[in-house]
């Protein structure tokens, strides 16, 4: 018996390893972050590049990946698990953001200190982590969406004040105005935004399908094309005209990212970066401590009696935590000039080090997912 169950892991350990598919979307990332890297270290890039591609990414290709990826039949197992993966978002970010102040309890420098729990809590998820999701562990996507909501509410709330309410150096008033001139923009950027929409939509006509068979055309709601039947606001049936349109802005997400964070690469000094030994203790506790604790966190849950973490939240959050520190964050601590140039560094090498280690975390997610822990 122990025998045969050790053929068995060891039969499905190869296989994972033999993936094609994994392999491919390891070497695709890693080679065109090196093209963007490349291409901006010999000029053949104007400045500016990475930025505009950025925009481009968040202002089009996301909201139309985000949307296109609920435009599938839905189940109920896959239902379960995105609102699983909704809730996780916002129970694991307030865990976190108290873990974060122990992390890192042993820094004597408050400013220092503070900046370091912010870039361990809040990582690139949406400009790094969906679009490896997607080329990877494409059935997690719709988990990741949802638990990226609370990521951006509390990036646009907690760690904003976090870093820019809690200056110093202003004066009590300044303090007071401070807070009521931001509310509002504040909210702005959680609710009014292309990626937030275009995930509440597109959850929201996704979860409509369970109020009936939607393979059954005799249905008013109910549409018939050719061979596919779906429900009419389900625009891969109704209208594939648009969403193939949506489907390819989306499937641009991938490639245009990996440009844009070759060519940040390309633009800082890494000998300057890597110089701050601090700078590398915070890239290896957030790339290992993170995906390990939130890994162990849902391993925990998943035995809690009537629970059932699937696969899809396992691979969606653990993903998002192994990336480098948000963009946002990082223009938080600039414009605050709460240790900009360290913030700076920490995402060189942090991003340095996620190319490493992203792959790695890739591989043993495809073991757990070949040796059936999760549903």
């Known amino acids: 018996m122990i025998v045969s169950f050790a053929n068995d892991i060891g039969?499905?350990?190869?296989?994972?390893?033999?993936?094609?598919?994994?392999?491919?979307?390891?070497?695709?990332?890693?080679?065109?972050?090196?093209?963007?890297?490349?291409?901006?270290?010999?000029?053949?890039?104007?400045?500016?590049?990475?930025?505009?591609?950025?925009?481009?990414?968040?202002?089009?290709?996301?909201?139309?990946l985000a949307f296109s990826s609920f435009m599938t039949n839905i189940t109920r197992e896959n239902f379960n698990s995105a609102l699983f993966s909704f809730i996780y978002g916002f129970v694991v970010y307030i865990l976190f953001i108290f873990l974060a102040k122990l992390l890192f309890i042993w820094v004597k420098d408050k400013d220092r200190r503070k900046v370091l729990e912010i870039l361990f809590v809040f990582g690139s998820t949406t400009f790094f982590g969906q679009p490896l999701i997607k080329?990877?562990?494409?059935?997690?996507?719709?988990?990741?969406?949802?638990?990226?909501?609370?990521?951006?509410v509390f990036l646009y709330s907690y760690a904003f004040y976090a870093i820019c309410g809690n200056n110093s150096e202003a004066t009590e008033e300044g303090k007071k105005t401070f807070k009521w001139a931001t509310i509002k923009p504040i909210l702005k950027?959680?609710?009014?935004?292309?990626?937030?929409?275009?995930?509440?939509?597109?959850?929201?006509?996704?979860?409509?399908q369970l109020v009936g068979d939607t393979s059954d055309a005799s249905q008013w709601w109910v549409v018939k094309v050719g061979d596919s039947t779906g429900a009419f606001w389900n625009i891969s049936v109704s209208a594939p005209w648009l969403y193939q349109t949506m489907n390819t802005l989306g499937g641009l997400s991938s490639p245009l990212?990996?440009?844009?964070?070759?060519?940040?690469?390309?633009?800082?000094?890494?000998?300057?970066?890597a110089s701050d030994k601090m700078v590398?203790?915070?890239?290896?506790?957030?790339?290992?401590?993170?995906?390990?604790?939130?890994?162990?966190?849902?391993?925990?849950?998943?035995?809690?009696?009537?629970?059932?973490?699937?696969?899809?939240?396992v691979a969606a959050t653990t993903i998002m935590w192994a990336v480098p520190p948000a963009t946002v964050a990082v223009t938080?601590?600039?414009?605050?000039?709460?240790?900009?140039?360290?913030?700076?560094?920490?995402?060189?090498?942090?991003?340095?080090?996620?190319?490493?280690?992203?792959?790695?975390?890739?591989?043993?997610?495809t073991l757990i997912q070949t040796a059936g822990i999760f549903a």
């Open 11 to 64: 039969t499905n350990v190869a296989g994972a390893l033999s993936s094609m598919n994994l392999w491919i979307a390891i070497c695709k990332s890693v080679f065109i972050i090196l093209l963007g890297f490349g291409l901006t270290k010999l000029k053949l890039l104007p400045d500016g590049t990475g930025k505009v591609l950025t925009k481009v990414v968040m202002l089009i290709c996301l909201p139309c």
């Open 135 to 152: 080329a990877v562990f494409a059935d997690a996507y719709n988990d990741s969406s949802l638990f990226n909501v609370a990521y951006r």
């Open 332 to 365: 938080y601590c600039i414009n605050a000039n709460k240790d900009a140039t360290f913030a700076s560094s920490c995402s060189l090498i942090g991003t340095f080090v996620a190319v490493i280690f992203i792959p790695i975390y890739m591989v043993l997610l």
């Open 257 to 273: 990212v990996w440009i844009a964070i070759g060519c940040t690469l390309g633009k800082v000094s890494f000998k300057q970066a």
């Open 189 to 208: 950027k959680i609710f009014v935004n292309p990626i937030i929409i275009a995930t509440f939509v597109g959850f929201i006509l996704w979860s409509l």
């Open 280 to 313: 590398w203790i915070y890239s290896f506790i957030k790339l290992i401590a993170g995906p390990v604790l939130n890994f162990v966190l849902l391993l925990l849950i998943n035995l809690i009696p009537g629970i059932n973490v699937t696969f899809n939240t």
